[in-house]
């Protein structure tokens, strides 16, 4: 089941949403198996014209959202034996970038986050991790800002931006079978541009 979380009447935060959505799901489909949380706010703020709302609305998303998809579809996922959770991170704040010190808090966060659930998640056999993208080839709103396109292709040691489909590739192998043995880790898909650590 997949809800449109752009539209601006749906908030990844509210937690009466997800639980509705989960509930929605489970009676669909009998259970859930999988959950990756893909919210996120990208913009292009410095941290001198940055105010606290701003801060607070970018983590809001990307740390209340994923803390509140995990809390609803964890239950189910015990319930069924085990599971996967994803959620979606960044190559900004491995690599560095400027006017993004929320996104970069929020995704760092959200990686601490994927790591703690792997260890409190694994005796349940729900694995947890999170995917890092690079530079991919989709269209940006205004706000996000930074480098991306043609420009920033040079940088890449691939020399090109990545696919949706190549990231959309990483998700599926974790939460299918062959991903059954790993856990807490992010893994970086950017064609070099940034060797995870």
Do not use: C
Not at 12 to 24: F, G, T, Y
Not at 36 to 49: D, E, I, K, P
Not at 86 to 106: I, K, Q, Y
């Amino acid at each position: 089941m997949r809800v449109d979380l752009r539209r601006r009447d749906i908030g990844v935060s509210e937690e009466s949403l997800q639980h509705a959505q989960v509930d929605a799901a489970v009676k669909e489909f009998g259970g859930v198996d999988i959950a990756v949380g893909n919210a996120g706010l990208r913009r292009q703020t410095s941290f001198l014209q940055m105010s606290i709302e701003e801060w607070h609305e970018i983590l809001s998303v990307a740390l209340d959202g994923a803390f509140i998809l995990a809390k609803a579809v964890v239950p189910e996922m015990i319930k069924r034996g085990g599971g996967a959770f994803v959620g979606l991170s960044g190559v900004s704040h491995h690599a560095g970038s400027t006017g993004r010190v929320h996104v970069n808090a929020s995704k760092a966060g959200l990686e601490g986050f994927v790591r703690g659930l792997a260890m409190e998640l694994a005796p349940h056999n729900i694995t947890a991790n999170a995917v890092a993208p690079g530079s991919i080839d989709t269209v940006r709103g205004p706000s996000a800002g930074g480098p991306h396109g043609r420009g920033l292709s040079r940088e890449i040691p691939l020399g090109r931006q990545g696919a949706p489909e190549e990231i959309a590739a990483m998700v599926r192998f974790l939460v299918g079978p062959e991903g059954r043995y790993i856990t807490g880790q992010t893994i970086h898909v950017n064609g070099g541009l940034f060797f995870g650590k």
